[in-house]
Antibody, heavy 119, light 107 residues
Framework: EVQLVESGGDLVQPGGSLRLSCAAS????????LTWVRQAPGKGLEWVSA????????YYADSVKGRFTISRDNSKNTLYLQMNNLRAEDTAKYYC????????????WGQGSLVTVSS | EIVLTQSPATLSLSPGERATLSCRAS??????LAWYQHKPGQAPRLLIY???NRATGIPARFSGSGSGTDFSLTISSLEPEDFAVYYC?????????FGQGTRLEIK
């Protein structure tokens, strides 16, 4: 069974940094492209970033480009999202998810990790 | 960036009724469109991919249609568990984008 478990969400001040982690199990980690999707309170889904299986290609939404960095440690079956210079509008539940075999749709999702940016 | 506009924002129907949700893209996405169901406190669930293909385990009452810029998700006969928020998503071009969602509520 595929499992994705996020951790690292917290309350952080504007301008601060946070790193989210996503521990994966139940599948061959290196063969899966992975992504982060967020949902701000009362808002819809917003794609944030994606990374290929070997980590050689990364993609970012314009809203986070230059501030967030996606990475993965294939020896630990773990996905990361380093978030710097956080803003109030980054407040959201962040979901770790995997790419569908057909293409960039999302078939498996974690339960999410809450990031709150506030002073 | 490809903008997806969903309508209506809210749809009020009763169990047993037919639901039709729409998603319009700002430019052609061919058939590279998916639909998700999202319930409070749960992770989103993939329903339809590539416009008309049901994902694994999705009941036959869910169907998708369309191509280019206009797409629909139809639920043929609503079950109580179908009341949720539905999102469309395109994979034609980076960045991946979602529609703003349609809330399907019990009338």
């Amino acid at each position: 069974e595929v499992q994705l478990v996020e951790s690292g969400g917290d309350l952080v001040q504007p301008g601060g940094s946070l790193r989210l982690s996503c521990a994966a199990s139940g599948f061959t980690f290196t063969t899966y492209d992975l992504t982060w999707v967020r949902q701000a309170p009362g808002k819809g889904l917003e794609w944030v970033s994606a990374i290929t299986g070997r980590g050689d290609n990364t993609y970012y939404a314009d809203s986070v480009k230059g501030r967030f960095t996606i990475s993965r440690d294939n020896s630990k079956n773990t996905l990361y999202l380093q978030m710097n210079n956080l803003r109030a509008e980054d407040t959201a539940k962040y979901y770790c998810a995997s790419r569908h075999s057909i293409g960039w749709y999302i078939d498996y999702w974690g339960q999410g990790s809450l990031v709150t940016v506030s002073s | 960036e490809i903008v997806l506009t969903q309508s209506p924002a809210t749809l009020s129907l009763s169990p047993g009724e037919r639901a039709t949700l729409s998603c319009r893209a700002s430019q052609s996405v061919n058939s590279f469109l998916a639909w998700y169901q999202h319930k409070p406190g749960q992770a989103p669930r993939l329903l339809i991919y590539d416009a008309s293909n049901r994902a694994t385990g999705i009941p036959a009452r869910f169907s998708g249609s369309g191509s280019g810029t206009d797409f629909s998700l139809t639920i043929s006969s609503l079950e109580p568990e179908d009341f949720a928020v539905y999102y469309c998503q395109q994979r034609k071009a980076w960045p991946i984008t979602f529609g703003q969602g349609t809330r399907l509520e019990i009338k």
